[in-house]
C-alpha cells in the first residue's frame, strides 16, 4: 500500500492506481476507485484519451463525457514507444498497488508489460485487465465496443424480441459501465486478498462472459434445464406492454407487483372485483401466465387519469412509481436535489459545470471532496517528481517528447504534436 497522502480520505485512501484504461468503460471503473479514496494516476498518450473529443465542449478535449469519467484522478503523459516514457511507467509500477488496462493483452505484451514482467518488478500489484473477451477462446484477440458486445449478448435480439421491431442497441454505454463496475469488484477483492497473503495477483475482466452472464441471469430460463423446459426469455420483461404507462397528459412509470399492491390499487379506481372475477388477475402465477393481457388492460386504464393524478392514487394505493423524467426534467427532481446529488461547482480550465457525485456514501471513511477532471498532462512534472525525477530530468524527457505537460509539448525535432500523437503509443 502507497503512503497515505496528506489530505487522503476514504475506504481506498493509500492505494494507488496507476490506470492506462481510455475511453470509458477502464475510465468509469477507474474514477470509483478514485471517489473511494485511492491515487489514480491517468496514463494518457501524447495524443490524450480519445473520449476527450466526445461531446460540446468550451475547450478542446474537456468533453462531457470525459468530465463525467475521470473526476479524482491526476492526468500524466508518457510516450510508451519512447524508451525514457516507459520506464518512467515502469518506476511508477514500482510501487504501485493497482494497473490497470483495457487493451488487449497482447498489445500489453508488446509494450514490455505483460503480467509476467509487470509482477517481477512489483509481486504485490493487482494487474486488472478490462478488455473484450477471455484470453481462453478463440476471440481472445479481437477487439470490443459496448455495441459489439450489447449484440453478441443478445439485448439487441431482447429488445427486437420486446418491441416487435428492428434490433437496436440500448441507447446508454451499458456494457462498458457494467463491466467497469464488475471491475472494481474485481480489483477490490484482490486488494483484499493481497492484505492477507501478502500477493498480488492478475485479474481479467473481460466484457462480453461479463454481459452474457448478465442477462442470462434474467433471460436463460427454460434454458437452464436440460433438456430445455422452453426457448428463454423472462416473458414480464419481454412484455411488448412493459413500458412507462400513458396518461391523459404525459406518462408515469408503476410496477404492480404483489397480490396485496394489485388488491390496493383495484380498490383505489373502483375495481375490487377484478382479481375475483378474471382468473387472469387471480395471483402472480396467473398474471405471469397472462403478462400481455394484464399490461395491456393497465395501459387502458392509465389513460383515463392524469399524471398528477396517477401519482397521488398509487402513492395512497402504496404502489412503487416513478416520474418518467427527461434528460432536463431530472436534473430538478426533488429527490436528488435534497441528496445533493447534482451540483455546480467551478472547474480551474472549464468554469461551471454540473457535476454529480458518487451514489455511495460511507459515515466512517468519508472520501474527501472529489477533484476536478485532469486537462491534458495536468500532473505529469508533480508525478514525475514524486517518483524521483530531478526538475532538469524532467524538463530532458518532456524536451525529448518521451512525457507531456501543459505549455511544454514542443519537440526537439520541431515536430507537431499531432505528429507526435500518431507516432505514439496506439493502445490497441
Not at 94 to 120: K, W
Not at 173 to 199: K, N
Not at 208 to 235: C, I, K, N, Q, R
Not at 398 to 417: F, I, N, R
Request: glycine share 10%; charged share 20%; proline share 7%.
Amino acid at each position: 500500500m502507497s503512503p497515505v497522502t496528506s489530505g487522503a480520505s476514504g475506504p481506498l485512501a493509500g492505494i494507488r492506481v496507476i490506470d492506462m484504461t481510455s475511453v470509458l468503460m477502464g475510465p468509469f471503473a477507474s474514477q470509483a476507485l478514485g471517489d473511494m479514496g485511492a491515487d489514480v494516476i491517468k496514463v494518457e498518450a501524447p495524443r490524450g484519451d480519445l473520449v476527450r473529443q466526445i461531446g460540446p465542449a468550451r475547450h478542446e478535449g474537456m468533453g462531457p463525457v470525459y468530465l463525467n469519467a475521470n473526476r479524482n484522478k491526476r492526468s500524466v503523459v508518457l510516450d510508451l514507444k519512447n524508451p525514457e516514457g516507459l520506464a518512467a511507467l515502469k518506476r511508477m509500477l514500482a510501487d504501485a498497488d493497482v494497473l490497470m488496462y483495457n487493451v488487449r493483452p497482447q498489445a500489453m505484451a508488446r509494450l514490455g508489460l505483460s503480467y509476467e514482467e509487470v509482477s517481477a518488478l512489483n509481486p504485490r500489484i493487482v494487474y486488472a485487465g478490462l478488455f473484450g473477451f477471455g484470453q481462453d477462446g478463440p476471440y481472445a484477440a479481437r477487439p470490443a465496443y459496448d455495441d459489439l458486445i450489447q449484440g453478441a449478448a443478445t439485448l439487441s435480439h431482447l429488445i427486437a424480441q420486446a418491441s416487435g421491431g428492428i434490433p437496436r442497441y440500448v441507447p446508454t454505454a451499458m456494457a462498458d459501465r457494467i463491466v467497469g463496475l464488475t471491475g472494481v469488484s474485481g480489483i477490490v477483492a484482490s486488494l483484499l486478498a493481497r492484505e492477507r497473503t501478502g500477493l498480488g495477483d492478475r485479474v481479467d475482466i473481460p466484457m462480453f462472459e461479463t454481459m452474457v452472464a448478465f442477462v442470462l441471469g434474467d433471460h436463460l430460463g427454460g434454458l437452464s434445464f436440460e433438456p430445455p423446459l422452453d426457448a428463454g426469455g423472462y416473458a414480464r420483461q419481454l412484455s411488448p406492454e412493459r413500458r412507462p404507462y400513458q396518461t391523459q397528459d404525459g406518462y408515469v412509470c408503476a410496477l404492480i407487483y404483489t397480490d396485496k399492491q394489485w388488491a390496493d390499487f383495484l380498490r383505489e379506481i373502483g375495481r375490487e372485483s377484478l382479481m375475483a372475477d378474471d382468473a387472469r388477475f387471480a395471483s402472480y402465477s396467473a398474471r405471469s401466465k397472462n403478462i400481455d393481457h394484464v399490461y395491456g388492460t393497465l395501459a387502458s386504464i392509465f389513460q383515463e387519469r392524469t399524471t398528477a393524478e396517477w401519482m397521488a392514487l398509487l402513492e395512497r394505493a402504496d404502489v412503487p412509481s416513478m416520474p418518467m423524467h427527461s434528460l432536463l426534467s431530472v436534473l430538478d427532481d426533488p429527490h436528488l436535489a435534497a441528496t445533493g446529488f447534482f451540483s455546480v461547482v467551478e472547474h480551474p480550465s472549464e468554469g461551471p459545470i454540473r457535476t454529480m457525485r458518487m451514489p455511495m456514501t460511507w459515515q466512517n471513511h468519508k472520501p474527501a471532496p472529489p477533484r476536478h477532471a485532469p486537462t491534458l498532462g495536468q500532473h505529469t512534472r508533480e508525478v514525475l517528481a514524486e517518483m524521483g525525477y530531478a526538475p532538469e530530468q524532467i524538463d530532458a524527457m518532456l524536451a525529448a517528447g518521451a512525457a507531456m505537460a501543459p505549455g511544454e509539448s514542443a519537440q526537439k525535432d520541431g515536430s507537431t504534436d499531432a505528429e507526435r500523437a500518431r507516432a505514439s503509443w496506439s493502445g490497441q
